[in-house]
């Protein structure tokens, strides 16, 4: 009899705890979503940043070069990283065993250390100001594990017979990898790349001082810029603009939704292939 | 000649492997370098200990750096993310394993993913405009005998949002975990005669244990890293905390508010903070691998 108790007081709370964990994602997206929606006014995205149109639009504009700049940087390092652990050192090398401490080390980094290194190492040691390029070379250091780890991941996914029939064929080893290798790997690396996309459009604290906070479509790389979620953050702080930033809130959620749909789809298709 | 571009080609791949390195190195130097003799011109008590935070006092006290009321802050948020996240993380991984009917799984899986997504500003936010109030009126009615306003920005407040920020962590590690559960164990525990509940519960979870304290040790990681949600709706005084219904700082909160004026030792001293907090995290992480490695 009490074990029957027990059971169904168990059975009864992992239904509810579930369920307060959909009640809580779906309260924070329809509050934003209700309260965002009216808001969104055409004003709101006007070429021009000015203390009363509030316009996200050069926001919009610098979030977008941005994340083009960090993939720059980051993704070219991430998948060489990736390549070299995996198809050149063997397995239970102390040098793989290091790297993979380090990044793992990275990858648990408060965002806020890294807009603190960030700015002492990139704005003032380099002298780059509260830059474009400073936010930019900031953030790549921060998603760099996320591109190593899903670069190996994806890499290990590959089946040894693929090399071996490229050797076979007479192949070299750099060729093996970026004809066969790689191109098999690339659906992988491109769902863990879209998912750094949303880390760094989700950042805010690693750019505060590193990237600025000027609303201005940036000139060039030396011009402070003031991504998406920072904007956010400056508008609720000056307490002016709460409807404005209900309304940066939904699109910043409507981004959010679009990435994880595709970087889902992308995984699906996957497993699928 | 082609051995050549082998050669080379292979160096270039060392060569980035070795950037993490040079990158954790360099965050290393910059903060110790500025830190470490900050905190030892302050006094390695008087920072870690010390009670009082006035860095812009002048007078014949002059400024204080005593950050432990921030130390204090960050470890009563993170216990609060524990109390309110883990139950609710670990309850909804032990349902998408092993009780959600697959339908549901395909739906609600991604959805839940979402979490993982929303930035930290509008997960502050959202505290802003709905935690924030609601404490409010708690703190009226119960903290009145306590001095300076109830504004709701609150020790219970962020410790609620960093609860819902942690979730996504703890239920993506804990239900890989589960997940990794040989099925023949569930099996044998309905051959002894055990429902399915009882065999979810007293079989199931117990064996992935070690997987399920990773997934906190790594959710507590996040939430002592979080800084624009716990700034936003923290209440950020630079005291020890009073009440669960008044505000704290974080260690994360203080550099962020501070470090767009500091200046010399102030600056310095936010640096440190910074030390700390990666100390702290150094701590996490160790105990993440360790935890892990013995799952294996």
């Known amino acids: 009899m009490r ?128 830059s474009l390029l400073a936010g930019s070379l900031t953030l790549s250091i921060m998603i760099l594990p996320m591109v190593i780890r899903t670069t190996e991941e994806a890499l290990k996914a590959v089946p040894d017979g693929f090399r071996e029939g490229a050797f076979a064929l007479g192949a070299g080893k750099l060729r093996a990898v970026f004809k066969i290798v790689l191109p098999s790997a690339i659906p992988g690396i491109f769902a863990g790349v879209i ?23 940036p000139e060039g790389l030396s011009s402070s810029v003031r991504t998406l979620t920072v904007h956010m953050w400056v508008l609720t702080s000056e307490a002016l603009h709460l409807n404005e930033a209900y309304a940066t809130g939904v699109v910043l959620l409507l981004v959010v939704l679009l990435i994880n749909t595709f970087s889902a789809f992308l995984a699906k298709k996957l497993t699928k292939g | 000649m082609y051995n050549v571009k082998e050669f080379i080609m292979e160096k270039i791949f060392l060569l980035c492997a070795c950037t993490s390195i040079l990158a954790i190195l360099l965050i290393c130097w910059f903060l110790f370098a500025n830190g470490i003799p900050a905190i030892f011109e302050i006094g390695a008590a008087n920072f870690l200990l010390g009670t009082n935070w006035t860095p812009m006092q002048g007078g014949e006290i002059g400024p204080q750096f005593g950050i432990l009321p921030m130390i204090v802050g960050s470890v009563y948020f993170m216990l609060g993310a524990i109390i309110i996240g883990v139950p609710i993380g670990i309850f909804t991984a032990i ?158 909160a203080n550099i962020v508010i501070e470090m767009g004026y500091a200046a010399g030792l102030h600056r310095n001293a936010l640096i440190a903070t910074a030390v700390v907090l990666f100390v702290f995290i150094l701590i996490i992480n160790i105990t993440f691998t360790l935890l892990t490695r013995k799952s294996v």
Request: hydrophobic residues 55%; positive net charge.
């Open chain 2, 95 to 252: 349902f998408f394993a092993h009780m959600c009917p697959k339908k549901m799984y395909t739906f609600l899986k991604p959805v839940v993913n979402l979490l993982a997504g929303i930035p930290s500003v509008v997960y502050g936010f959202f505290g802003m405009v709905m935690i924030v109030p609601i404490v409010r009126t708690l703190a009226m009615r119960f903290t009145t005998h306590l001095p300076g306003g109830a504004t709701g920005m609150s020790i219970l407040a962020a410790a609620i949002i960093l609860g819902i920020m942690i979730l996504p962590t703890v239920i993506a590690i804990s239900e890989a975990a589960m997940r990794a559960v040989p099925k023949n164990y569930y099996e044998g525990a309905l051959a002894l005669g055990a429902s399915h509940t009882r065999s979810v519960f007293f079989v199931m979870v117990p064996a992935a244990k070690s997987g399920i304290l990773a997934s906190v040790v790594l959710g507590v990681g996040r939430a002592i890293g979080e800084t624009m949600a716990v700034v936003m709706v923290a209440g950020n005084h630079a005291r020890m905390p009073i009440h669960l219904l008044r505000g704290a700082r974080s260690l994360t």
């Open chain 1, 3 to 130: 074990t029957k108790i027990i059971d169904t007081a168990l059975f009864v709370l992992t239904w509810l705890f579930a369920g307060v964990t959909l009640l809580a994602l779906l309260s924070i997206i329809f509050y934003i979503l209700i309260n965002g929606i009216p808001h969104l006014n055409p004003s709101l995205f006007e070429t021009q940043f000015t203390t009363e149109n509030v316009s996200m639009f050069p926001s919009i504009v610098s979030t977008i070069i941005v994340v083009a700049l960090t993939l720059a940087f980051a993704v070219p390092l991430g998948i060489f990283t990736g390549i070299y652990l995996v198809e050149y050192v063997k397995r239970g090398n102390r040098l793989v065993i290091f790297i993979r401490s380090t990044t793992e080390l990275l990858a648990g980094i408060p965002s806020i250390v890294y807009g603190l290194f960030g700015m002492l190492f990139f704005v003032v040691f380099l002298g780059m100001g509260f």
């Open chain 1, 195 to 217: 998912l750094a996309i949303g880390r760094i459009i989700g950042e805010s604290a690693a750019l505060i001082f590193t990237a600025g906070t000027v609303a201005q479509i």
